[in-house]
């Protein structure tokens, strides 16, 4: 018998877009993880309706957390939270999924604008790895004897994006010319690279994953893909990822993206 995608997951920013998808794809699914934590900033508010629905319909699996990854105390506190549930079991995977793009040519950006991309792109994923290590550890502590990393074991994936190469700028800057996005999604890209090397010696498997240009309220109606699509691909190469990949940028068909 297959086995599950893993026993405990948190998704960030699961409202709406991929996040919500994510989530919903994750509860439909056979393998469905033993518990869903929804990370969303305003549980209360009608743009989190369809997400409390789904967590209303699987009561027993999802529950949805208040957490804006642009402030320090509320992801303090969605730990307690998730470290309470969990019971002394340990999280296996973290889906850093929340993300802003605003969509400023340069012209356009000044410092609050870069500064506040920044904060949600790069410093919240940052301080959700930091301060979710010690359950990321403990899930990762589950497995005694095994030395192989997986995202059943332990695992963060950091949702980037295609713009954030660097090798690629020349072929596709002028398509999004887009500076906060980018250059914080490129930080991203080096953060990822940072705990995949931090995390080794801890058996957490560390990457970066492009959804692809995805119909959202971010990706725009011209968008080619569906959330549907997208967010199928993103858990088929989830579920196959080893420590060969820990440390790389794929792209939801699982194709390497260069740095
Ligand atoms: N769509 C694409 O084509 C595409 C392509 C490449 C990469 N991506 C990446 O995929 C991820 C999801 O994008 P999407 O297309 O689903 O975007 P989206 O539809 O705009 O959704 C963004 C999600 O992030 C949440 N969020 C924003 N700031 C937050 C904060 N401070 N704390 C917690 N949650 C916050 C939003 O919550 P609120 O409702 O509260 O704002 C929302 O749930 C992002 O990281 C994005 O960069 C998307």
Not at 213 to 239: D, R, Y
Request: charged share 20%; hydrophobic share 40%.
């Amino acid at each position: 018998m297959a086995s599950r995608i893993c026993d405990s997951v948190l998704v960030t920013g699961s409202n709406r877009g991929i996040g919500l998808e994510l989530v919903r794809q994750l509860v439909d699914s056979a393998l469905r993880p033993i518990k869903i934590f929804a990370g969303c900033r305003h549980p209360n508010e009608p743009k989190a309706q369809e997400l409390q629905e789904l967590a209303q319909k699987h009561q027993d699996v999802i529950t949805v957390v208040q957490l804006d990854i642009n402030d320090p105390d509320s992801i303090t506190k969605a730990l307690k939270l998730v470290e309470a549930k969990l019971e002394d079991k340990g999280l296996n995977l973290i889906i850093n999924n929340a993300g802003v793009n605003n969509k400023k040519s340069l012209a356009d950006t000044g410092k609050s604008e870069m500064v506040q991309v920044f904060s949600t792109n790069v410093v919240g994923p940052m301080l959700v790895a930091k301060d979710f290590h010690p359950l990321l550890c403990k899930a990762a502590n589950q497995f005694p004897h095994e030395t192989s990393m997986s995202c059943s074991r332990s695992a963060i994936i950091n949702v980037s994006t295609y713009v954030s190469s660097i090798t690629l700028c020349p072929t596709n800057f002028s398509s999004a010319p887009m500076y906060p996005y980018r250059v914080s999604k490129a930080a991203l890209n080096m953060l990822t690279r940072c705990l995949a090397e931090d995390f080794k010696k801890d058996g957490i498997l560390v990457m970066a994953l492009h959804p692809g240009w995805v119909q959202t309220e971010m990706g725009g109606s011209k968008a080619p893909l569906k959330t549907a699509e997208s967010v199928k691909g993103m858990l088929e190469v989830i579920t196959r990822l080893t420590e060969k990949d820990s440390g790389t940028l794929l792209d939801w068909k699982g194709e390497s993206i260069p740095w």
